[in-house]
């Protein structure tokens, strides 16, 4: 998958790892727990947002992400990582996550 920030500072498009689809990632949205265009995220996980559950990760059973919103949540993390050794993210991790 391939992350990209858009225009405004809490959207990113993320591609698909199954087809040639993006989706787009507003992480602005749900208080913070974000939002994906994608199928998954409207009927499984905002249901579950929905219920006023907060935020867990894509790797739990109880999960309110979708793989395109913790792809978004990596690419940050790496960003972040990569700014405070004071490079580029792709200077250290490779682009595709």
């Keep these: 998958m391939l992350v990209r920030q858009m225009d405004n500072a809490g959207r ?3 591609t698909s790892a199954d087809d040639r689809d993006y989706y787009v990632v507003d992480i602005t949205e749900n ?4 939002v994906c ?3 998954d995220f ?14 867990y990760p894509y ?4 999960r309110t992400g979708c793989k395109h919103t913790h792809a978004v949540v ?3 993390g790496q960003t972040y990582i990569a700014a405070i050794s ?8 490779d682009d595709n996550l």
């Design 42 to 55: 409207r009927f499984r996980c905002q249901r579950q947002l929905d219920t006023g559950s907060k935020a």
């Design 74 to 76: 990596l690419f940050l």
């Design 37 to 39: 265009s994608c199928a």
């Design 86 to 93: 004071g490079k580029n993210r792709t200077d250290i991790f």
């Design 59 to 62: 790797s739990s059973s109880l």
């Design 31 to 34: 208080e913070g727990r974000m």
């Design 12 to 14: 990113f498009s993320v």
